[in-house]
């Protein structure tokens, strides 16, 4: 792939744990202070440097103290070679000729001051930055346009040929540069960037970290579209003469910025000629001589991250709204809705018959169509308006969910499964790290871990079959797993006996050639910290490793519990006890680390509930006085949910978890609140319900880069807390579609047959999956633990099923549920939370009126003979539900199943 760099000369970080200072870094010797120029705005206090009239601050009219770009970083950022919001990007030719890129930010020259008007505030013509060769000449206006905020650029072709635009860049930078902060006050200053690369209908979203209000917008004016978001890359890591670049520093704690990118076709032929399909078509256009073009965007403010979506309408701008989201299984009706302020003249799929649109009734104000796909891959729905305005929505297709686990379990235990007898690191058997490229198991990386089957860039693939059983057990599967946990992970991964029983060890794999010569591939670098030692492998002390091992007992316990004769090795309590005691070894070993939420952290809460439904209370006991003392260290802290990275978006679900479970609510409430602020609704499969990950393809990927990756675990993960923080407010239908567009997303990273990515690479000279199976199981965890069907009536959109297909009939609304494993049916209504450990719901149906609920559940199998119902109401309007039949134990009801489907009926009281 182009711009990559091979596997074997890794770009790796110098230390796993990055530092975070509470200052920012002292001025440069002999810095002046740059002259600025401020005016008002009814949104915004707006400031902009006087030598180049780019912005230097832009602060919210009533908060003056917040700044959404890194004006506070003017002493490090002032020279050339860094761009500002005001600069531009172009890769211009003339016919016959080769592609030539001109940018203002790397040798600025005097601006040329233009006159001002009344709405113009600030007028230059920059081209003497551009270059003596450029054949166009630029003026930039700052514009406060009837209130609103706008740049806008004015393009002439000066010369007496035609100029071909194939390239062209706005920069956005907004401060994301989290160096140099503490947590606290990268919550406070900083803000994160969504975009929605939906051509005319495209935005930004530029919230703060702490979830506050207001949000920032920017919107496209008229030939603005938002057509590619291309990384402005690093000058010191680019490639020689790149000058689209920035010399800021990029890393875990600086994303790094963008362009808006409005023409790209210049770039797809060339540095993204061996990409996957970018979001858009590539497009370009000609200025003839002496002919002008004007772009720009407009800066807006949202009073809240919740009210992009009506700031958005509120600007005259096309709002799309997909039910449940953008991930569309074969076998799954989904709506879409668009609200726009100019009429629709077609609908079209991209490709042609991959989806199809039909209009049906609208929602007050709202254009409805039903959604229907075949095939599978991404595809694209573009809205054409009687102004020609275009809006693309990026959708996913994926086969139906049932098929898609079966893949994932027989890809995961056949393709994946390693049988190495001779293998000097006792990984035998094992389900190891995938390279999709190369076809086959990653038997050794310098990232030790990745073929060590510990740290997520390892466990990942063992952990997706394992949670893939929680709901889907298969027989096959289920004996190679309980292999797995014998022979490799018990006296491998994890001490079995002695005064560190279940500890967890760091990675079977490691670097020892004085041990094992001959072994390890001589053109691979083994020099960097990251080829760990048969001692730094086998260190008990990093917690992120124990929730992997817990789940893996857990799951089987459960399996065991609820599906008689499946699991042979040991008896259901042998699972849950295991389970217990990798919790209590990692608080005596790891203590550390449990300082911070960890990935799959959920897990020892269900451990918890479980050991006190099993009554084995000396062990809950214990375990909740444990896990009290982390909730108690959370509950002191202002943002709760630090880690070893200077900011992360992996402890905040574990927080969350036991923040509801022991009642501190405000912190809970915290916690979803920043999650929210990095976690966006936006009509694209790849971004939409995508937490925030940039810098994992380091540590699990085949392409090390810092890169915004799309559906990495952070997805589902995050996912978690917010389906459990909307089934207590109903109301809000925004965080639903937030969560399920999350734990839909941890699906498109199965292929066809079954093969689990980490994360898709979202940078235009990628757009593909990465080879690497690596980290993707922390994510089908979450995906696993949250797989339910919602049915909601909405008071805009009326009666809508996330993860069924809906029939209404006279009093009584029914649902189907497609989700992947139809055991969980949330009906908001009714505030009723239906869970099943064994058996399956084919249907069910809700009575408005009455409140009465009838589940039909599949037929009795060998593995499932019964049906384990769990109900409970979750949210304040809930009412208390019971079964017409069945025994109550261990707080459910055990139901027989019959030959035929079983119909249960659960009535309100």
């Known amino acids: 792939m182009n711009a990559c760099r091979p596997l074997l000369v890794l770009l790796l970080l110098g230390t796993a744990t990055l530092p975070v200072h509470a200052q920012p870094p002292a001025a440069k010797p002999g810095y002046r202070p740059i002259a600025r120029t401020t005016i008002a705005t009814p949104a915004f206090r707006v400031t902009l440097r006087t030598d180049t009239q780019t912005l230097a601050r832009l602060s919210p009219i009533n908060d003056p103290a917040f700044d959404f770009v890194p004006g506070a970083r003017e002493a490090e950022r002032a020279g050339d070679g860094y761009v500002h ?8 030719r003339k016919p016959g000729g080769l ?59 000066t010369t007496d040929a035609p100029v071909e635009v194939g390239g062209l860049g706005l920069p956005m930078v907004f401060d994301n540069i989290i160096s140099d902060r503490t ?19 495209g935005y930004l979203q530029v919230t703060r970290l702490n979830g506050a209000g207001p949000a920032l917008l920017v919107l496209p004016e008229k030939g603005t579209p938002l057509e590619a978001y291309r990384p402005i890359l690093e000058a010191a890591k680019a490639p020689t003469g790149d000058l689209f670049t920035d010399r800021s520093k990029r890393g875990q704690t600086s994303e790094g910025f963008y362009d808006w990118t409005i023409a790209s076709k210049g770039f797809a032929e060339r540095e993204w000629a061996k990409a996957g399909e970018q979001w858009n078509v590539p497009t370009s256009f000609t200025l003839a001589p002496g002919t002008t073009r004007t772009i720009g965007v407009r800066f807006v403010t949202a009073a809240a991250i919740a009210a992009i979506e009506d700031t958005l309408v509120a600007n005259h701008r096309p709002v799309a709204v997909g039910i449940p989201g953008y991930v569309v299984p074969t076998d799954q009706d989904v709506s879409l809705f668009l609200k726009t302020p100019q009429p ?30 075949k095939g599978w891959g991404r595809a694209t729905l573009a809205v054409t308006y009687a102004d020609g305005s275009v809006q693309t929505v990026s959708y996913f297709i994926t086969k139906p969910l049932d098929q898609t686990m079966a893949d994932l379990g027989r890809f995961s235990t056949t393709q994946q499964w390693y049988e190495g007898k001779s293998d000097p690191f006792g990984r035998n058997p094992a389900i190891l790290t995938y390279d999709r490229e190369a076809g086959k198991v990653v038997t050794q990386d310098p990232r030790v871990w990745i073929s060590g089957m510990s740290d997520e860039g390892g466990a990942g693939s063992w952990v997706a079959a394992i949670a893939k059983q ?13 292999r797995l946990i014998d022979e490799t992970i018990q006296g ?7 005064p ?3 500890a967890v060890r760091k990675s079977l794999f490691y670097y020892d050639p004085a041990a094992h010569p001959g072994y390890y591939d001589p053109t691979v670098d083994w020099t960097t910290w990251t080829s760990w030692s048969k001692k730094a492998g086998g260190d008990l002390g990093r917690a992120y490793n124990y929730p992997h091992v817990a789940v893996g007992h857990w799951v089987l316990y459960r399996v065991a519990r609820n599906h008689p004769g499946l699991v042979t090795a040991h008896p259901w309590r042998w699972y849950l006890d295991h389970a217990y005691r990798t919790t209590t070894a990692m608080m005596r070993d790891a203590p550390h680390y449990t300082q911070f939420g960890l990935m799959e952290g959920d897990v020892f809460v269900d451990i918890l509930k479980d050991l006190k439904r099993e009554g084995l209370t000396a062990e809950a006991t214990e375990m909740e006085r444990l896990m009290k003392t982390r909730a108690d260290h959370w509950r002191t802290l202002a943002f709760p949910f630090g880690s070893e990275m200077a900011w992360d978006s992996t402890g905040q679900p574990e927080v969350y978890a036991w923040m509801r479970y022991f009642g501190y609510q405000p912190q809970a409430d915290v916690t979803r609140r ?32 810092i890169e915004r990756q799309i559906h990495h675990y952070g997805s589902t993960l995050n996912a978690v807390p917010l389906f459990d923080a909307y089934r207590a407010d109903p109301s809000d239908l925004r965080m639903l579609r937030i969560a399920y567009g999350g734990m839909m997303g941890g699906i498109t990273n199965i292929d066809r047959d079954g093969f689990s990515s980490a994360a898709f690479h979202s940078a235009p000279d990628m757009m593909q999956w990465d080879p690497y199976s690596g980290d993707y199981g922390m994510g089908f965890y979450g995906h696993a633990i949250t797989a339910a069907t919602y049915l909601v009536n909405d008071p805009a959109f009326g009666w809508l099923g996330f993860g069924g297909n809906l029939n209404q009939a006279a009093g009584a609304v029914g649902i189907a549920p497609k989700d992947g494993a139809r055991t969980r049916l949330f009906i908001a209504p009714a505030g009723l939370w239906i869970t099943l450990e064994a058996g399956k719901i084919a249907r069910a149906s809700y009575a408005p009126a009455t409140g009465a609920v009838t589940l039909t559940l599949d037929p009795a199998t060998a593995i499932s003979p019964n049906a384990r119902v769990f109900l409970e109401t979750t949210s304040k309007a809930g009412r208390t539900y019971f079964p017409a039949g069945g025994s109550f134990e261990r707080g459910g009801y055990t139901v027989p199943l019959k030959s035929t489907p079983t119909d249960l009926t659960l009535s309100p009281r």
């Open 85 to 92: 919001i005001g600069d531009i990007h172009l890769r211009l």
């Open 500 to 502: 560190h029983a279940g």
């Open 492 to 498: 491998g991964l994890q001490i079995p006996d002695g």
């Open 674 to 705: 920043v999650i929210l602020a990095y976690d966006p609704t936006i009509p694209n499969w790849g971004y939409n319900g995508n937490a925030r990950r940039y810098w994992d393809f380091l540590y699990g990927g085949k392409y090390p880069r």
């Open 99 to 157: 592609w030539t890129d001109f940018a203002s930010a790397q040798h600025r020259a005097a601006i040329r001051r233009l006159p001002t008007n009344g709405a113009t505030f600030a007028a230059a013509d920059i081209t003497a930055s551009l270059g003596a060769d450029s054949p166009l000449r630029v003026e930039r206006r700052w514009v406060n346009d009837r209130g609103i905020l706008a740049l806008r650029f004015t393009l002439t072709n």
């Open 470 to 482: 929680l709901d889907n057990p298969d027989p096959v599967e289920i004996a190679k797993l309980q």
């Open 183 to 201: 947590l606290e006050q990268a919550h406070a200053q900083a803000s994160f960037v969504d975009p929605y690369i939906g051509r005319d209908a």
């Open 344 to 373: 629709i003249t077609r609908v079209e799929s991209f490709p042609a018959g991959a989806l199809t649109a039909t209009p049906t009734t609208s929602a007050k104000g709202w254009a409805r169509y039903t959604v229907r796909s």
